[in-house]
């Protein structure tokens, strides 16, 4: 006797195809836009290789054009295979960044591309194959946008390559949720429950928990439960640190990460970022919390310009930061940047704060001169040299008149 089978039957285990891609994005930064023109069609500049999903890839910049006969009106840009590998599935995006902040990024994407309500991904047969645009935008319009900013373009690209994995044979079961600790902790910040010390700042007053201050900063241990310290405080007032600021490193002290600083800040630009994120820096060096610190290094460092050097550097002698000290040292007395720095109001703040600065630039500027192959490199580096000098000598002027 045959037994009829349900039409949806209870099943004793599962398994699942799921198609997906492995994503992965590389910037690619171009300082020197105006000297890679000229170079002639199909001539290129090139990223580093990157690796995405266990493949090696590189962008090619073509500034006049891929093909001859577009007349070098148009750019090329194009993501290539570098990997021994044939037949590989991926979708693409290739985005010429906005600089002004307003997001209008130049983007050309497999990403939003749909095939019956899908991503369409591309082929790429073998290594070298490519995938881009010959004319991804005219160069007119180019260097007549906010694409270019300093001479400088940045591009970024992302390729997402196509896999299939196999979920199961499994037995249904019970699937552990994510850690959800960080949220946790920022909640009970957020709520004060057992909040058990207040802190004066300003006109705000922000609550915490005395052992989760202590367990991070060794500034709050030593003031809470050290020797000299004292568990039964109940307020402090804090005299040396914006509300906003102190406000931000209680949130990354709960929750580990940056606070989203645009918020905090009510402003997209960099200069507003980067005066915060110098504030938080330093108050991260009183307290010491140390992954903070780096954070917000590695921020300076990305963001360094020639109207905020002076004043990170001024940052980094006064709080003893020799890594970042040193970058923005080397950032000062590269070609071209020393005399924009110097007219700058930073530059002003880095005399007043830390004049011994300017020996040390002096210095620096003399060491890179040393190194100067050409003589026309030595030329620049002894008139920047002279600059600093007189600067210097007027600065010493002015302070023995005030003496």
Not at 161 to 189: H, I, Y
Not at 192 to 214: M, N, P, R, S, W
Not at 224 to 244: A, H, K, L, M, T
């Amino acid at each position: 006797m045959s037994t009829a089978v349900a039409d949806h039957p209870n099943p004793d285990s599962v398994s699942t195809t799921v198609m997906e891609t492995v994503n992965g994005s590389h910037q690619f930064t171009i300082k020197g836009y105006s000297l890679a023109k000229g170079m002639g069609p199909g001539r290129y500049v090139k990223s580093g290789v990157f690796s995405i999903a266990g493949y090696d890839w590189v962008v090619y910049f073509y500034p006049d054009g891929k093909k001859p006969e577009d007349n070098s009106a148009y750019v090329s840009l194009f993501v290539s295979l570098e990997s021994d590998s044939s037949d590989i599935r991926a979708l693409f995006e290739l985005k010429l960044m906005d600089q002004s902040g307003k997001g209008r990024h130049k983007v050309h994407s497999h990403f939003d591309g749909t095939l019956e309500g899908g991503p369409r991904p591309h082929t790429l047969k073998s290594k070298c194959s490519m995938w881009g645009y010959k004319r991804f935008l005219r160069r007119t319009v180019l260097e007549a946008s906010d694409y270019l900013k300093d001479d400088c373009l940045v591009i970024n690209c992302t390729v997402g390559v196509v896999r299939a994995r196999l979920e199961g044979p499994k037995q249904f079961g019970v699937a552990p949720p994510p850690s959800d600790m960080r949220q946790g902790l920022k909640d009970l910040l957020d709520s004060e429950v057992g909040c058990d010390i207040a802190f004066q700042v300003g006109d705000e007053t922000y609550k915490a928990h005395k052992l989760i201050l202590a367990a991070r900063s060794t500034v709050f241990r030593a003031q809470f439960y050290g020797p000299i310290g004292s568990n039964n405080v109940e307020r402090i007032v804090i005299e040396d640190i914006e509300p906003s600021i102190f406000k931000a490193m209680l949130s990354f002290i709960y929750t580990d990460v940056l606070p989203d600083l645009h918020k905090i800040t009510g402003s997209a630009s960099v200069s507003s970022l980067t005066n915060m994120i110098q504030h938080l820096l330093a108050a991260a060096d009183l307290y010491d919390i140390e992954r903070l610190k780096v954070l917000c290094e590695v921020f300076l460092c990305e963001n360094l310009n020639v109207d905020n050097v002076a004043t990170t550097l001024a940052l980094a002698e006064q709080h003893h930061l020799v890594e970042l000290k040193a970058f923005c040292l080397k950032f000062v007395i590269s070609p071209g940047n020393l005399r924009a720095v110097m007219k700058s109001e930073g530059f002003k703040h880095l005399n007043r704060s830390c004049p011994s600065m300017l020996s040390e630039l002096l210095l620096s500027t003399v060491a890179g001169g040393d190194k100067s192959s050409t003589s026309g490199q030595a030329s620049k580096k002894r008139s920047s040299c002279s600059s600093v000098l007189a600067y210097e000598t007027s600065a010493a002027r002015q302070l023995r008149r005030r003496t």
